[in-house]
């Protein structure tokens, strides 16, 4: 986490900020889970973290092709769109698609929607999906930057001293100071006499 993070900033803001934010709260649910007593809160909070990890890819890597029609286009879940934007998580969208009714009978309090042992196998396996998530989001960061090229540093010239520094280089008028004449945007034909 903390190496996308390192690599968003040095890329000024190639990784949407949007997609770090899920990532961060995705790492934070999952550290969550494993604080939680029961199995049902733990299988819950964990599959909710892979799900911010699945927003957060989206997010980074945009919207499918939508097809053309004028019917609008059904809901669909995180996991139905993942393997679209991301194929090389497909697998994992399974995997979670075929959770995401157990999340919901824990969510609902229903007794026994999840064994210990499944929240275990669970948190195990999102703290695996958002390892793979940023990495995936890392490497499409840095394609991006290769894509792009070096970028021209911005070279400002150097005031000489102070008193030029305070002056417009264009006009020769003190930074600050509105020159005479009618306010911009005002009709010229009212300041003509």
């Known amino acids: 986490m903390a190496e996308l993070a390192a690599t968003a900033r040095r890329r000024r803001g190639i990784v949407p900020g949007p997609a770090l934010d899920l990532l961060t709260q995705a790492k934070a649910g999952l550290q969550e889970a494993t604080a939680m007593e029961t199995a049902n ?3 819950a909070t964990a599959h909710l973290a892979a799900l911010r990890t699945a927003a ?3 997010a980074a890597r945009g919207r499918p092709p939508q097809a053309s029609g ?4 059904r809901i669909r879940s995180a996991w139905e769109v993942l393997p679209e934007v991301a194929p090389e998580l497909t697998e994992w969208s399974v995997l979670f698609a075929a959770q995401a009714r157990a999340r919901a009978r824990a969510e609902a309090g229903i007794r026994d929607a999840a064994s210990m042992r499944e929240a ?3 948190i195990r396996d999102v703290g695996m999906f958002l390892q793979l998530a940023e990495r995936i989001l890392s490497n499409d960061a840095r394609q991006h930057e290769e894509l792009r090229g ?4 911005a070279t400002f ?3 000489v001293d102070e008193s030029a520094a305070s002056v417009t280089p264009q006009s020769g008028i003190p ?5 005479p004449g009618p306010p911009l945007g005002d009709d010229d034909d009212e ?3």
């Open 191 to 193: 300041w003509d006499e």
């Open 157 to 159: 010239p150097r005031a």
């Open 56 to 58: 957060a890819v989206l």
């Open 120 to 122: 275990e196998d669970l």
């Open 150 to 153: 070096p970028q021209p540093e």
């Open 70 to 73: 004028r019917r609008r286009a």
């Open 41 to 43: 809160e733990r299988f």
């Open 175 to 179: 930074l600050g100071h509105t020159p």
